[in-house]
């Protein structure tokens, strides 16, 4: 990696870790006191490594550097004399409680702990992917602010609520006792699956980022299955889902940035690697007797994977929407049920089933409408294009559905 890109590639996969063992050591009381120092330590590296050129390891030299700042801030801070001074009085012989601990293990302990403490019931959904992102993906406030579609001020107001609230309710960065983790891991695998449809589905034209947000809810997801107490059959099923989800990414925007339909879609662009590991993931989910809705949606992603066009594979994708609906009904589920029932059996059927949702301030309803309507009726299925062009909010929705119109002229 050359030299001017290695400290913001570092920023991204280091900041994070270190902010979350600091914060671990510290408690949220200090959340900014291990920002601070997190930053500075990248704000040191770029100093000297601009001088010297950077060490030969230096992931080494960023965790050295910023257990030394730790240590110096406990050293002349006066909490540090007031609270931990009376500890090390009886603390064994030998041990140092200034020692901030960076080993491999802390750190993958540290993120999972703040996981938990950062999807927190007491935090809005909103505020805990902020969080998750600032905090455990190391992303910037301006990337958090694209992410969002709104602004830096906006961003900051609502990490600095977000932060306060975790200090108000006095919340621990530690793993919940056991009895407690399956009902927080719900919280948790919420976030992520939140985290990963802010990605896939974002409206921001930032390719990379929404990659990248994607990706780092997959990372979030993978560091959960790949501990004993949190490796449960809904985080392998939500992990699959996201697999089959982003093996399809290149495929569903092309080089113009616009949006490609799914049966537009060039398969040949599909990630097969991801497709495998989802099926892998899958299989893991299969131990058990809890059926989640992550189950029901990786089944539904993976069959979207098989290129065929049959009617098999619509009919199976219909009655897991069936399943999923009795689950845990979502008026887009019902919606892209109802695609998969025209494939199945029709689209005057389906017209009838769409018809009763109703759903008069969804763009992508009336989408649906349009597309079930072509060859039907083209005045009707031009006349639902054109509602849906009047409520989209993305001009990158506007530009597929006036590709539709145009067809009609």
Same mark, same amino acid.
């Given at each position: ?8 590639? *570092? ?63 406990? *050293?002349?801070?006066? *909490? ?27 750190? @993958? ?96 034209? @930032? ?28 985080? @392998? ?84 929407? @069936? ?87």
């Amino acid at each position: 990696m050359e030299h001017p890109e290695i400290i913001p590639h *570092l920023f991204r996969t280091e900041y994070r870790k270190i902010v979350a063992v600091l914060c671990r050591r510290f408690g949220f009381d200090q959340i900014e006191i291990a920002e601070d120092i997190a930053s500075d330590t990248f704000l040191t590296a770029a100093q000297v490594w601009g001088l010297e050129g950077p060490p030969k390891n230096p992931i080494a030299w960023l965790y050295h550097v910023a257990k030394n700042k730790a240590k110096n801030h406990l *050293l002349r801070d006066q *909490l540090f004399e007031k609270k931990i001074v009376p500890d090390l009085r009886s603390a064994p012989p030998g041990v140092d409680e200034t020692e901030v601990d960076l080993s491999p293990q802390n750190i @993958n302990d540290s993120q999972l702990q703040m996981m938990f403490a950062i999807c927190h019931p007491s935090l809005a959904p909103e505020a805990q992917i902020g969080l998750s992102l600032r905090i455990l993906c190391g992303f910037g406030i301006d990337e958090i602010a694209d992410a969002f579609l709104t602004n830096k001020e906006t961003i900051n107001k609502r990490l600095f609520r977000a932060k306060e609230k975790l200090r108000e309710e006095k919340i621990r960065i530690e793993f919940p006792a056991p009895p407690e983790i399956e009902l927080r891991l719900a919280t948790v695998l919420t976030t992520i699956y939140l985290l990963f449809t802010e990605g896939y589905y974002s409206v921001s034209r @930032n390719e990379t980022l929404r990659k990248d947000l994607c990706l780092e809810a997959i990372r979030l997801c993978h560091m959960l299955v790949g501990n004993e107490s949190t490796n449960t059959p809904p985080a @392998n099923a939500l992990l699959a889902l996201m697999c089959f989800h982003a093996s399809r990414f290149d495929a569903r925007i092309n080089k113009n940035g616009e949006i490609v339909l799914y049966e537009e879609q060039d398969t040949s662009l599909w990630n097969t690697e991801l497709i495998s590991k989802g099926v892998y993931f899958l299989r893991c989910s299969a131990h058990g007797a809890t059926l989640s809705k992550y189950h029901l949606e990786a089944s539904i992603a993976w069959w979207n994977t098989q290129k065929t066009d049959t009617k098999e594979k619509w009919e199976n994708i219909l009655q897991l929407y @069936n399943r999923l609906l009795q689950l845990q009904y979502s008026p887009i589920a019902a919606l892209n049920r109802t695609f998969a029932l025209s494939k199945a059996n029709g689209k005057q059927e389906a017209i009838r089933e769409a018809e009763k949702l109703n759903l008069s301030g969804n763009h992508f309803y009336f989408t649906l409408l349009g597309e079930l309507y072509t060859g039907i009726d083209d005045k009707k299925a031009k006349e639902h294009f054109q509602k849906a062009l009047t409520i989209t909010r993305t001009a990158a929705d506007r530009q597929v559905i006036q590709k539709k119109i145009d067809k009609f002229q």
